[in-house]
């Protein structure tokens, strides 16, 4: 019977190899004699003195406390002042070796070193020696049969480590001289001879700049690196070992040195462990997910306990796998290694992989030699390497949506998507016989664009239903990839067109917002798709794409960049007709190039002489001062759908009449039920261009019916130019999509006419009705559909559209809530706790309405407040943005990059800062936040199918998620488990073919997890863990007073302790931790108030 060690601590003890001996039982490994000279290091070094092996000046005898060794040290006799280096007198692997770089850090590092040896060893003494800096570390492999005879199977470099642990090795060593080299065998035979060792053993020595050599230690044990001396010598050191122990001598094992060959090519391991170089290598714990090793031509791998499911603790050592690459030359070894750690894949902890591979391809390593300060010389080594981990982000959404359903603000609480997927169309594209508007656009201008859409013959259509349709329809959860399933066939239906609207208003923040799309993604994608139509947007003036003013710069910026990444139209309005707001649009899309198609907002009813305010007079002078401005097109923009036939005629007809030469594009919304017939008013009139949506887009509160329209003029002067059969294939398409956003339906089953009384805009309708269910105010919509009535009244009859109609929409379920009349709101005003849309804008904060605002209402709202921000102004008197301070792009940008960028410590992900996440940043900070949570949790979630954001999948389901062009994911859910004591689902997927695992937190489970509180960031008496790990000891109490670096809990994980020292001077107000608590990076262990 036999025991082999393994590398283990194990392999070193000589009490469990005497006990094995005492038991009949062979030990594999050196004999006692050997373990109790060699694993002493002051035995070792006497014995190598004797021998004649060149040694470092040190203590002669290992001490057992601080006060022995600093009187050593300071003794002058010894020659052997800072820095030194204190090594445990049993030990190995790292453990119990600390520098001691100046006399005031010998304490701490003392204290360390002989904690980890006697929790390792049993033996917690220590000797000192005169550190030598920047060495390199070269050992050499022998082998012992016990009767004196010693070969070497060459030498290894190690001088690339971390903590005095070796991280890459290679054999044979580079650059080495040969009298050198030849003295490190001579002196490692010799040494070993005369302790007539057994079995494997590593002879170390330091190898100074001059090449001159010293003794460190032996090594009486097979080594984690013997693998790449086992590659270029063929020798198997485990079996040589094996047969050793059975009694074989190395001349009947045919190992004397003359049979030993010379170094066949290079060999090169790494060893991959669960650490995080980034953060000093602090171990990193958590169950693993994904285990995907490498393979290939000359890659060996001796793995450890990763596999998918394995549970990663502290108290272990961290190691993962080793792989070891072989080639004929060195260069060719680190390539192959690289190769290998690229292929290899590990989810769900933290692997020192980046920094192995930046340093198999630094020049340096690559094509020199390096010494043991390697990594200290080259802090750019630890940078992370922020992989993608798509695929697994991915799996764990969907295990989330299996397990939890969708997150509740998506707001899908309809029935389930159908499950039928869309037939996308494909329509053949046809020779150009005229030049497009978008290539007019881009090749002449503005200007010219405005005269082309003029001197066209017929109507012109642009199709809403990638943008307002299904705002108005669906919540404006229209996703970007069932929109680029139907491009291609669309470019080729609307090439005809006067634009596509597809960007802009609700979309912008709706697609980080709930969708977890980033909206710019989304244009250029769009861009790319349908590159000769113009593309439209709606830019709500001063406010861009928020509900709120911003500084000027931004709104310039906004505009240039939504230019260059492909927008053309800009449909500018302000939700009052504020002209002072609309002016920094026009400006600002004027300025980046864009076509300014400013919109006069709409209300009332021209043709009723009774209705009030807004007249024709008040619109042709609105529309008198926006040509003024130099706009390209006039917009009508009815938002409500109030723009009855005979007044669409009227109004269409006195602008044409009196600006002859303005192109004018109507829009508006089919609540009613007469929007067909409005917009051929309007054409008739004199309108160059109206607004539809694809037919099963289009009707309720969306636009009204392309296919309609399109039908409607065929054969007439207003004939469209758009093929009726091709705008049908695309409408088959979108009859079956909607299906998929069945979740997101309101319920409307028909208009209805009595938008003319309360004139809700179409695009809030859903909407409304979605969030007042939300608030609770299920069974009364009718009663809010009053209110906003009321509340458009009260408000002084404005214009009500994105985000003026907010307001309205938020008074209105105000009302309805707390069960008020009008007279009530008013009465009781300087009372009442209105929502803070309605104080911001009798604040002023959208503008000046046209007629004012009403009093004594808007005195008692604001009675008592004053604006946030000001020096006690309770009202802005002109454009709210006009006097904010410009925005700081420059340090916007840094604090970005600090949070989200490749250097952020929070988040793990590969993200690079580019000027339109500044924008969405600027616009939504807390929305773009929020996105780029989702981001790093979940990764681009654009590219998933509907069906599956939604709802998930079922077992048994396969779906392909296409990435990018060539890399697609074949997805099949196989299991979904139950939940555990931990509150977790196992989740078995199919990952093109190999398994994956997720595991999802069950929030309905009941589970609590306790959650630690964590260290404040950026206050320095919060002192938080600096890596996962159990508390050994705490050095202070509640009360204490502390200087700045005085220790305060000593950590242990896997293979290292550390103290945490106090980063300022000051009181222990709490001491969050005790001995034996397990913690996480970041947790927080102590709170000092600063003295």
């Known amino acids: 019977e036999a025991v082999h060690p393994g590398y283990g601590f194990l392999s070193e003890n000589e009490k469990f190899a005497d006990a094995l001996e005492k038991n009949g039982i062979a030990f594999i490994g050196p004999t006692v004699d050997n373990l109790r000279t060699f694993g002493d290091k002051t035995s070792a070094k006497n014995l190598a003195i004797a021998m004649g092996v060149p040694v470092i000046r040190g203590s002669d005898h290992a001490f057992k406390t601080i006060a022995d060794a600093r009187e050593w040290i300071a003794d002058p006799s010894n020659d052997c002042g800072y820095p030194v280096i204190v090594k445990a007198a049993m030990g190995g692997g790292g453990r119990g070796i600390r520098v001691v770089p100046i006399e005031s850090d010998l304490e701490a590092m003392f204290t360390q070193a002989s904690n980890e040896a006697l929790t390792a060893f049993g033996d917690g003494r220590c000797f000192v020696e005169k550190y030598v800096e920047t060495p390199r570390h070269i050992e050499v492999q022998c082998l012992g049969d016990g009767t004196g005879s010693v070969v070497h199977l060459y030498d290894r470099d190690c001088s690339v480590q971390r903590r005095h642990q070796k991280v890459v090795e290679t054999a044979p060593a580079q650059g080495l001289r040969p009298d050198t080299r030849q003295s490190l065998f001579d002196d490692a035979c010799r040494l070993l001879s005369a302790n007539k060792y057994r079995a494997a053993g590593t002879v170390e020595f330091l190898v100074d700049k001059r090449g001159d050599h010293y003794f460190m230690e032996v090594n009486p044990r097979v080594q984690v690196e013997h693998t790449v001396t086992e590659e270029i010598t063929g020798i198997d050191i485990v079996q040589s070992q094996i047969l050793i122990a059975s009694g074989k001598s190395l001349s009947e094992l045919g190992l004397t040195q003359d049979q030993i060959p010379e170094p066949m090519g290079y060999a090169m391991q790494v060893r991959v462990t669960t650490e995080d170089p980034a953060h000093d290598f602090r171990p990193d714990t958590g169950t693993i997910d994904v285990f995907r090793m490498p393979a290939g031509f000359g890659i060996r791998l001796d793995d450890g ?547 004012g605002f009403p009093e004594p209402l808007r005195t008692r709202v604001l009675r008592g407040k004053t604006i946030e921000g000001t020096n006690g102004l309770t009202q802005f008197e002109g454009r709210p943005g006009a006097d904010l301070a410009p925005f700081d792009f420059d340090t916007e940008r840094s604090k970005l990059e600090q949070k989200w960028g490749p250097t952020s410590e929070e988040y793990s992900h590969n993200f690079t800062v580019r000027d339109v996440d500044l924008l969405s940043h600027a616009m939504y900070p807390a929305v773009f936040d929020e996105f780029m949570e989702s981001l790093s949790t979940y990764g681009k979630l654009s590219n998933l199918d509907t069906r599956t954001f939604v709802s998930g999948m079922k077992v048994g389901d396969e779906l392909k998620v296409d990435l990018e062009p060539g890399k697609s994911l074949v997805v099949k859910l196989i299991s979904v488990g139950t939940c555990d004591r931990d509150g977790n689902v196992a989740i078995q997927f199919e990952l093109n073919g190999s398994p994956r695992t997720a595991h999802i937190k069950d929030r309905s489970s009941g589970v609590e997890t306790k959650q630690k509180p964590k260290a404040l960031l950026d206050v320095e008496g919060s002192v938080g863990a600096p890596m996962p790990g159990v508390v050994l000891d705490t050095k202070v109490a509640k009360g204490d007073i502390v200087k700045a670096g005085d220790p305060l809990v000593t950590l242990s994980a896997m293979k290292m302790e550390t103290t945490v020292a106090s980063p300022c001077d000051g009181v222990i107000t709490r001491l969050v931790v005790t001995a034996g608590d397990q913690v996480a990076a970041g947790d927080l262990i102590v709170e000092i108030t600063e003295d």
């Open 305 to 851: 306990p990763g596999f998918p499911g394995a549970h990663i603790t502290p108290h272990y050592d961290s190691l993962l796998v080793k792989i070891t690459a072989k080639a004929r030359k060195r260069r060719d070894a680190a390539s192959k290694l690289i190769r290998a750690l690229k292929e290899f894949r590990v989810r769900g902890v933290v692997t020192n992989k980046s920094f192995l591979l930046n340093v198999l391809e630094n020049d340096q390593f690559m094509n020199g030699t390096v010494d043991t300060g390697f990594i200290a010389a080259n802090p750019y080594l630890l940078e992370p390497l922020k992989e993608k981990d798509r695929a697994q982000k991915l799996l764990h959404y969907i295990g989330d949506v299996i397990v939890n359903g969708p997150p509740k603000s998506l707001g899908a609480v309809g029935s389930p998507p159908s499950p039928i997927d869309p037939i996308i169309p494909t329509i053949e594209p046809k020779p150009k016989t005229k030049r497009s508007l978008k290539e007019i656009f881009d090749t002449n201008g503005p200007e010219a664009f405005a005269k082309a859409v003029r001197q066209n013959e017929g109507l012109l259509i642009t199709d809403t239903t990638w943008r307002d349709a299904h705002q108005s329809l669906l919540a404006t959860r229209l996703r970007t990839i069932d929109i680029l399933n139907v491009a291609p066939a669309t470019s080729v239906a609307l090439r005809s067109a006067y634009s596509i609207e597809n960007w802009g208003g609700a979309t912008f923040d709706v697609c980080m917002r709930f969708l977890k799309e980033c909206p710019w993604d989304r244009l250029a994608a769009m861009r790319e798709a349908v590159p000769d139509i113009p593309f439209q947007m709606l830019l709500r003036g001063a406010n861009a794409v928020g509900y709120t003013s911003y500084p000027d710069n931004v709104v310039y910026e906004f505009c240039q960049v939504a230019k260059d990444t492909g927008m053309d139209v800009f449909r500018v309005f302000d939700s009052v007709n504020y002209i002072e707001n609309m002016k920094l649009g026009i400006d600002a899309v004027g300025q980046a190039g864009g076509i300014v198609e400013a919109a006069c907002c709409y209300t009332g009813d021209v043709s009723d002489p009774n209705r009030g305010q807004y007249t024709l007079e008040y619109y042709l002078n609105f529309v008198r001062e926006l040509e003024a401005l130099g706009i390209h097109v006039l917009a009508i923009k009815d938002m409500a759908g109030l723009l009855k036939p005979e007044a669409a005629k009227l109004l269409v007809g006195s602008i044409r009449e009196e600006f002859p030469n303005l192109p004018i594009h109507v829009h508006t919304h089919d609540t009613a039920g007469t929007g067909v017939a409005s917009m051929l008013a309007c054409a008739h009139a004199g309108a160059d261009a109206v607004d539809a949506a694809t037919d099963a887009m289009s009707g309720l509160t969306s636009q009204p019916s392309l296919g309609a329209i399109v039908a409607s003029t065929q054969g007439s002067k207003l004939e469209t130019g758009i093929d009726l059969k091709e705008v049908s294939a695309l409408n088959e398409y979108w009859e079956e999509c909607r299906g998929l956003y069945a979740p997101f339906e309101s319920g409307q089953k028909s208009g209805s006419a009595d938008v003319y009384i309360h004139e809700m805009p179409g695009g809030q309708y859903t909407n409304l009705l979605f969030q007042s269910n939300q608030l609770g105010l299920t069974g009364q919509w009718s009663q809010v559909k009053k209110a906003y009535a009321t509340a458009n009244r009260l408000l002084g009859d404005i214009i009500k559209v994105t985000p003026s109609s907010k307001v309205t929409g938020d008074l209105a379920q105000f009302i309805v809530a707390n069960n008020l009349s009008e007279a009530e709101v008013i009465e009781r005003a300087s009372t009442l706790s209105f929502p803070t849309s309605v104080v911001e804008y009798f604040q002023g904060y959208l503008g000046i309405p046209p007629f």
